[in-house]
């Protein structure tokens, strides 16, 4: 059974899906990773989701910050969504989202590739 902040994630997370497949079948592939980004924020918005663009969050090794990441969407503080729009998604991506999610401690990650003719989703859960 699902604990309430648990369902409520996933339904965050559907939602940004739903949102990600409306700009998917409005925009098709062919841009830039940019104009995706730029057309989420968009449409997350205008669903009443609080979203932030190009939100940084400090890299730690050690107890001293060695980096900054800077995450492509990030949603009601709960969600990161990393974006790409290239010919397939490779086991590296979903590695990049998973060390995303330790340097911000938010508990989900979502991967969308816009850079094919069918939208490719992949969700990434922090272990706890």
Do not use: C, W
């Not at 996933?10 to 940004?16: D, F, G, S, V």
């Not at 990441?69 to 729009?85: C, Q, S, T, W």
């Not at 911000?104 to 816009?114: A, C, I, M, R, Y």
Request: charged fraction near 25%.
């Amino acid at each position: 059974m699902l604990s309430e902040a648990e369902s409520g994630l996933n339904a965050l997370t559907e939602r940004i899906i739903g949102a990600a497949f409306a700009v998917a079948n409005a925009l098709g592939h062919g841009f830039l990773e940019v104009v995706y980004r730029n057309a989420l924020f968009e449409e997350l918005s205008l669903d009443g989701i609080a979203v932030r663009k190009e939100q940084p969050f400090p890299v730690h090794y050690r107890g001293r910050q060695v980096g900054l990441y800077v995450a492509d969407l990030v949603e009601e503080d709960r969600v990161i969504v990393e974006l790409k729009a290239i010919d397939g998604l490779a086991q590296s991506h979903a590695a990049q989202v998973l060390n995303d999610l330790k340097a911000s401690t938010l508990p989900v990650g979502l991967l969308l590739n816009f850079g094919r003719p069918k939208l490719e989703i992949r969700r990434v859960v922090l272990a706890k």
